[in-house]
Structures are given as C-alpha cells and as structure tokens.
C-alpha cells in the first residue's frame, strides 16, 4: 500500500514538472513511479502513458512508441496511448501504421477532436503515398519488361536500366524493385548480357541498393553469395572491373558505417555487429588474390580492396589477413613476371607487383609493435625459404623479384632479406651470368636495394662494374636496366652541384643514352619505363634538367608515358617531374650554421646556377604547356602514399606561378588534388592543400570547385590554418577561403561546420600584416552568415577587436573590418552597443570618417548611421563628441567618388535631429 501511495506522488510531481515544461525531470520521476509499481497493473499503464508523453516531447519517438506498446498490453485499446504512438510512428513518416492507430482511436472514441484533424491528415499523406507507390511499382514493372528483356532494342533497354539505377536512389523505389526480384534477375541477366553499359548500370543498381542500408546489403548477398561478385569482378574491360569493385567497397562500406569519401572513418559498434561478414568478404578477397585463373585487372583491384580496408584507420584487418596467410599470397604475385609464363603462371598487369609492394607496405605500416613486425618477417623468411629448397632457375629469379618489391614498398623489410646471409651474392652471381632473365631481374634488385647512401656501399663496391659490364650487352632489356644502376648510383650527390660520382660529363652522357631508350618509339612500354626511371635520379643535376626540358621530344614520351596511367611508371616519371620542378624537399639553412660549417671546414653544398628561381618557372611553364597536368592526373589514381605526395608536389610548384594555374584547372588537377589533400603523407596532403589554395585565390571558386567540390576544399584549407604550416601557406589558405566564404551560404556553412571561424579568427590576431588582413577579409565575407553573427553578439570582444583594426594603417585590413562592422550593425543593435563600449570607440570611427580612401569614408559613415538610427542613447554619446562636425565637413564635399559618404552623413545628421540629439544651427531656443 505504501509503495502505491508512493508511486502516486512520484507521477504527480512528475505531472507537475511536465506542465513546467521541465521534460527531463518529469521523466525521472515517472521512471520512479514505474521502478516500484506492479507489471500488469492499471497504474502501471498510466504511468507508462506518462512517460511516453514525456519522451514524446524530447522527440525520442522510438521510446514513445514503447512505452505505448507495453501499456496496450494491459489496456488494449486505450485511446491516449494510442494517440500518443500515432503521433511518434507520424514523427518517424510511419504513416501507414500512425494511420491504422488514428482509425482505430477514431472507432474508439468518435467524439475525440484530437484525433479528427491527425485523422484528416494521415488520410492524405496515406492516399498520396499509396498512389506514389502504385506509379513508382508501374514504372519499375514498365523498366523491368524492357530492361531483362534480351531480345528488346538495345537503345530502349539501356535507358531502361539507366532508369532503374535513378530509381533505386528512391527508398521506396529500391524496396519495391527488391520485393519483385530485381536481384535475382540482375544475377541472371549478366550471364549472357554482351553490351556492357547494360552490365555497368545493372551492377551499379546493385551498388545503390546496398549503399546505405544494411539490410538490403543482407538480402543483396543472401540472393546471389559472395563467390558471384568475384565472379563479376574477373573481367577484362577495365569499366566491368572498376564498378564490380566499387560495389564490392560500397558492401563493406554499409556493414562499417564508413562511406566512399576518403576521410570517412568506420563506426564501431556497426563493424562489431556486421564482424562475421566483414570477415568473410576480406578472406575471400584475400584468398583470391593468388586465384590463377582470374584476370589481372581483376587481381589489381581485388589487391586494392584489401589495401583499402586493412589499415587501422580502415577497418584495422591487417593482423587478420597476416594470420589467414596473405603475405603469402601477395609475395606471390609479387614474384610473378609477365615474361616468364610457365604452367601455373598467374594473369598480371605491368601495374601488379606495384600495387602489391603498395599493399605490402600499407600492411607492414599496421605492424606497430615489435612482436607483430616479427612474424610479418617470420612469414616473408618462410616464402623465401620455401622458394630456395629447391635451387633452380624459376625459383631464384621468382625470390629476387619478391625481393624487389619488398624493396619498393616495405623498404625495413626489404633490407632485412637482402642482408640474409648469401642473398645478395645469389643476385651478383645472376647479373654475371649470360642469361638474360637473370640478368635482367639481378639488375633490378641491384636498383632497388641501393635505395640509400649508407646502404647502397656493399652494392657499389661489388656491383657497379658488373653494372658497367651488363652496359655493354646487346639484349637492350638488360641494357636499360643496368644504365639506371649507373644513373642512380650518379646521382648519390643531389642537387649538390660540387659532387660528382663519375666524371664530368658522365651524367649527361647516362642522361643521352637514357633519353635513346625514352623517344624510340620501336621500344616497348617497358624500356621506356626503366628510361625514366634512369632520369628521375640524373635530374637532380641542373645541366641535364635544362637539356630535358629543352628536349621536346624526350619530355613529351615522358608525359606520354604518364598518361597510360600505368602504376609501375609512377615512380620514375614523377620523381623526374620533381627534379624538373625543384619541387623536392630542400633544408633549410640558416646563415649562422652555414658559418660555423665553413670555419670547421665541413662540405657545404652548392646551388647549380641553373637551379635559381627564373630558370625554374622557366621550366616549370614549358612542363605546364606541354601537358604534364594530364600525366598527373593520370597517374593520381595510385595508393602509393609516397607516390600521391611527388604528385603533389609537381602539381603545388605548377601552380606557384599564377598563369599556369587555369591550366591546371581546364586539365582536371583541381579534381584529383582534393582526395590527395584528404589523404596520404602530412607533407603530401599539406602540398596538395597549398596548390587547391593558390587555385582558390586565382580562379573563381564556382568555376575551380563546381558543384560538391566547393564544399570538398574547405578542409584542406583549413588544414593549413595549422601553426606547423608556414605563413605563406597560412596566408594562401586564408585568402582561398575568404573567395569561397563570399560564394553562398552553404559553402559559408561548410566552414563553420569545420571549425573555420575560430581557426581564421585566430590569424586576425597576428602582428603579421598580410595575415591579419586575409583573415579580416575572410571574417568579412563570412558575417553574411546568421550563425556568425551570433557568434558576435555574444558575451565577447570580437567586434570591439574589429572596430581597433579600423585604427590600422593597412588599407585593406581596414576595408576589411569596417565592411564586417557595417554588416554586423545592419543586423542588430548589440554589436553597435559593443564598439561604443570600446575605450578608443571615437579614435576608430574618426579613423573611418576622415580616411583619404572615399569607400572607407563611405562605410565609417554607413557604420555611423546604423549605430544613430532609432537609439536616443547611443545617437546622444556620439553627437556630444566632434563627430558631428566631422559629418557636417563630409556634408560639404563637392568631389563625386564622395556621394555615398554624404548621403550616409546626411542621414546621420537627419536622424541625430529626429531623435532630438541635435538642432539645426539656425534653429531658434524655446522662450
């Protein structure tokens, strides 16, 4: 009895605090009264019906809509726990089931007027939607028929699919075209379809049902298995492979809460409930990576998936795939060779082990404590040594081409093979031989392994006269390759134009003989490759920069070569561009060290002449004009990290030079640069930042960044506003974002969403001119904003701060602020009180008033008139200083740029009088 008094005074004062409006602590109390009150009892119902109007008004309809469930159970039928679940299921547009209530309650209790107009509304929502539903399910049978029809007109079904993919962006749409089977017919029709913009659009209908939405995804797989989108993926059309796996990327993107975008991060609690499928779609993706049968293509992208996904900041499956053997199987690609087919070869592309020393070393990046590294070396000296048991010609060439790609992508473990006992004897014993396979392999794992000075010793001491030896064979394969030895064991001085490997002259001879195997077109790809790769390390020599870029017909192959977009010329043709451009990494030194170098007699390297800054843009616009911003764009679809970064950088020393970044622009580098500022090294998201800020200042930000894109660059923008960035990148940064802060109130709203209006207003505080002024720009354009004005009226100092920037001698710091100041005026009166709080208010506004700059004058006399107008207080705080004197001067003006100003000062003086601040001067004084 007790506990029933008691459980009644808690839904009272519960009832007491709902009608205060005070929700949360109502809910409290009834979530007391329910804690001590019997199940299945009448009261338990009503304070149910209690607490579900409390949730009601939170807006946690779900909650609502349990709470009303339970008490049905013990009341069946009772009319406000109906009404109350009606009006949650409508909050959540489950208006068929908010409907069925709202009759219900209706039968019920005819007289409730409550219900009547709910009633009146759902019954439109719910006609409208059937009659939607009924059109959209007519139009997906009317596409059906066309679209699955094999013997229909190709024309009509391939716009019949097209609208089908339109359609299956429609939640409702989707849900019908699954219930009548789409999947099935889909999984049915791409076994014999033979035009392939059907196949593409049917698989992206795929795609789009699954993106999103989990338990489509479910439904998806239940129909037609994991084995099918392998089976879809195996092609050899580079379109069928490329849509299969986005469809592939956009599953396991719904099942972890991650999304296409590149910065999108996964959601833990979806990736902990969707575990068993995430894991069996990596391990088949992981077991079919040594599928023999399959295509290369295919092989590519099925590496690039699982590149994709198992890092830390992905779905953090690395250890997992280690476990499950798959270093295993990427080393074995990484052993294959095109040249060498024998019966079990794989199919490869010239991008494979690329991408596979790509996808080694994002894994080995994952091996962040010791005990892990060690059994990724564990795994990498089993392969090897499995491959050694039997000493025969296929086994050492396939090891030491494993090798090499350790060595481009995992360098640590690279190195840690080659200095195994015996291991780089095996290679120089295969560069003697006269075979050329072995040679030629030998020769690229020499390369590879003299990756560093310090390390490269051994290698040079045994290796460069075989090298030299190699030179002189008549297969021009190994040729080439032994002339990029040479060439980088040339290069081991830098840019530093006192040290000289070889002989004088040497380097550019190394620079001719590579250019040979550059320009013949009667060369395969391949050699032209290795060419190039011969130059990125000859191109830190100044002589031979300025003879490359004079050369049309050696830097248009180069491009050229770029363009095929092929992975394993990434290196060689964009670290050549690099050089080109002076576009790689130069320490800094300072004066004093430089000094003390001298007085200890240290090696102080030299600048070539031909490296100063005119000789550079110089190069720069021939490589600009010649097209080098296609071969970027290109190459730009890499998963090289390192990669993407040289690619940045070519892409940011480009666009230094204000002519040449329309250019960049018209050939598609604005695009590819902001999933590259997104994403990679911090130096190479920081380049690619710099280069979309040096477009956003030039070019009108709506022809740049049309579209979404606009939105896209804010954040690597505002990643520059970053005290480890340099003050040029600041200032960049800050004027690109000024451009597109004055574009719309979206893209102003992207800005403050990342954080922008705290980081730019930051830099208004620095003694640096140039950055105060482009963040005094920046907030100028962004007060357009209601959300920032806000920011202004409350309990800060920021306009006073921008009326003391009005005492700047910086003219374009005080346009800046006295515009931002004219806006915040316009929109309300607090911040006109706020510069009148300001101690040296009247130094600021004569500053504004009697600036030789007309626009200035105009906006102090615009500013002036917002603070005087329909405000007897502050009109009578200004006009009893020598403001007005200053107006009635402004008054007189006779010089036509000052119109605006006199209107405004007239308008200021019109208003001081209307309020009774002022007199005219003839006015006479009341007897």
């Not at 060779?337 to 080694?360: G, V």
Request: with cysteine.
């Amino acid at each position: 009895m007790v506990q029933v008094e008691e459980a009644e005074n808690y839904k009272n004062k519960g009832n007491d605090a709902f009608k205060s409006e005070d929700y949360e602590l109502a809910l409290s109390l009834y979530n007391k009264a329910i804690n001590i009150t019997a199940k299945d009892s009448r009261d338990m119902a009503t304070y149910l019906k209690n607490r579900a109007a409390a949730y009601l008004k939170l807006k946690e309809y779900e909650k609502t809509i349990n709470d009303c469930n339970e008490a049905l159970d013990i009341i069946p039928e009772d009319p406000k726990a109906m009404f109350r679940r009606a009006q949650a299921l409508e909050n959540l547009e489950r208006f068929e089931e908010a409907y069925r209530d709202a009759k219900t309650i209706f039968t019920v209790d005819p007289a409730n007027k409550a219900i009547q107009p709910m009633l009146g509304r759902l019954h439109a929502i719910v006609e409208e939607r059937a009659r939607t539903a009924a059109q959209t399910s007519n139009k997906v049978d009317q596409m059906f028929k066309l679209a699955f029809d094999l013997t229909a007109d190709n024309d009509k079904r391939e716009k019949a699919m097209t609208n089908l993919l339109v359609l299956s962006k429609e939640n409702a749409a989707a849900e019908v075209m699954l219930k009548n089977g789409i999947i099935h017919k889909i999984q049915q029709l791409v076994k014999n379809e033979k035009h392939a913009e059907i196949y593409i659009n049917a698989i992206r209908v795929i795609s789009q049902l699954c993106k999103g939405n989990v338990q489509r995804t479910i439904s998806v797989i239940n129909v037609v298995g994991v084995p099918w989108f392998l089976e879809i993926i195996d092609s050899d059309k580079e379109e069928i492979v490329n849509v299969a796996q986005y469809c592939l990327q956009t599953i396991l993107n719904t099942f972890s809460g991650m999304d296409s975008k590149k910065e999108a991060i996964p959601d833990k609690k979806l990736c902990e409930e969707h575990k068993s499928s995430i894991d069996t779609l990596l391990t088949c993706l992981t077991y079919s990576i040594t599928n023999r049968v399959i295509t290369g293509l295919a092989r590519d992208a099925i590496i690039e998936l699982v590149m994709r996904n198992c890092h830390y900041t992905a779905l953090n499956w690395s250890e997992r795939f280690i476990e499950i053997r798959g270093l295993q199987r990427l080393l074995e690609v990484c052993s294959e060779l095109e040249e060498y087919k024998y019966e079990s070869a794989m199919n490869i592309t010239p991008s494979s082990r690329t991408i596979a020393a790509a996808c080694l070393a994002k894994i080995y990046e994952n091996m962040y404590y010791d005990e892990a590294r060690a059994k990724f070396n564990e795994q990498v000296d089993d392969f090897v040594k499995s491959k050694l048991l039997t000493p025969d010609l296929e086994s050492k060439v396939r090891v030491t081409v494993a090798i090499t790609s350790l060595l481009r992508g995992p360098l640590d473990v690279g190195n840690y093979v080659i200095s195994k006992e015996g291991i780089i004897e095996m290679i120089l014993v295969m560069a003697q031989t006269d075979d050329p396979l072995q040679q030629k392999t030998a020769c690229e794992c020499l390369i590879a392994a003299a990756s560093k000075k310090d390390k490269a010793k051994a290698i040079i001491t045994k290796g460069v006269d075989i090298l030299k030896k190699l030179y002189t064979c008549k297969n021009d394969a190994v040729r080439v390759r032994a002339l990029v030895g040479l060439c980088k064991i040339g290069s081991f001085g830098g840019d530093d134009a006192s040290i000289r490997p070889f002989a004088d002259g040497s380097t550019t001879k190394l620079a001719d003989a590579c250019r040979k195997f550059l320009i013949n077109p009667a060369k395969d790809k391949d050699m032209r490759k290795w060419a190039a790769e011969g130059l990125s390390y000859l191109t830190l020599d100044a002589d031979v920069k300025e003879k490359l870029v004079e050369d049309k017909a050696a830097l248009n192959s180069l491009i050229e070569l770029a363009k095929t977009g092929d992975q394993s010329c990434v290196y060689g043709v964009v670290t050549t561009l690099v050089n080109l451009c002076n576009a790689y990494e130069k320490q800094e030194i300072m004066p004093e060290m430089l000094e003390l170098a001298k007085f200890a007699k240290h090696h102080i390297p030299e600048q070539h002449e031909l490296d100063d800054p005119d000789f550079v843009n110089k190069r720069l616009t021939v490589l600009c004009k010649a097209g080098v911003t296609s071969g970027l764009v290109a190459l730009a679809k890499t998963e090289s990290h390192n990669s993407r970064e040289l690619i940045a950088r070519v892409f940011n020393a480009i666009c230094s030079l204000q002519d040449l970044r329309g250019i960049v622009v018209q050939q598609g580098g604005a695009k590819v640069l902001i999933p590259m500022a997104l994403e990679g090294t911090n130096t190479g998201k920081k380049q690619a930042a710099q280069a979309l800020a040096r477009i956003g200042i030039t070019i009108n930000p709506e022809v740049a960044f049309p579209g979404q894109r606009n939105l896209e660059v804010v954040r690597p923008l505002l990643a520059l506003l970053h005290p480890d960035c340099t003050a040029l990148e600041n200032f960049e940064a800050l004027m690109a974002l000024c451009n597109l802060a004055g574009m719309n109130e979206t893209t102003r709203n992207r800005i403050l969403k990342e954080g922008g209006l705290s980081k730019i207003e930051n830099y208004m505080y620095e003694d640096h001119v140039m950055l105060q002024r482009a963040a005094t720009q920046c907030i100028c354009n962004l007060v357009q904003s209601e959300e920032v004005i806000k920011t202004f009226e409350g309990n800060n100092d920021k306009t006073k701060f921008l009326t003391l920037l009005c005492q700047e001698e910086d003219i374009d710091t005080v346009m800046a602020a006295s515009g931002a100041l004219c806006v915040l005026t316009s929109a309300n009166k607090t911040c006109c009180r706020k510069i009148l709080d300001l101690d040296s208010w009247l130094e600021s506004i004569r500053c504004l008033l009697a600036n030789p700059n007309k626009e200035i004058q105009y906006r102090g006399t615009y500013l002036l008139y917002n603070i005087v107008k329909e405000d007897v207080d502050m009109a009578a705080r200004v006009f009893e200083t020598d403001v007005m004197e200053i107006l009635m001067a402004i008054t007189k003006l006779d010089d036509q740029e000052c119109k605006r100003a006199k209107e405004y000062a007239h308008k200021c003086l019109n208003a001081g009088e209307e309020l009774g601040v002022i007199r005219k001067p003839d006015d006479k004084l009341p007897h």
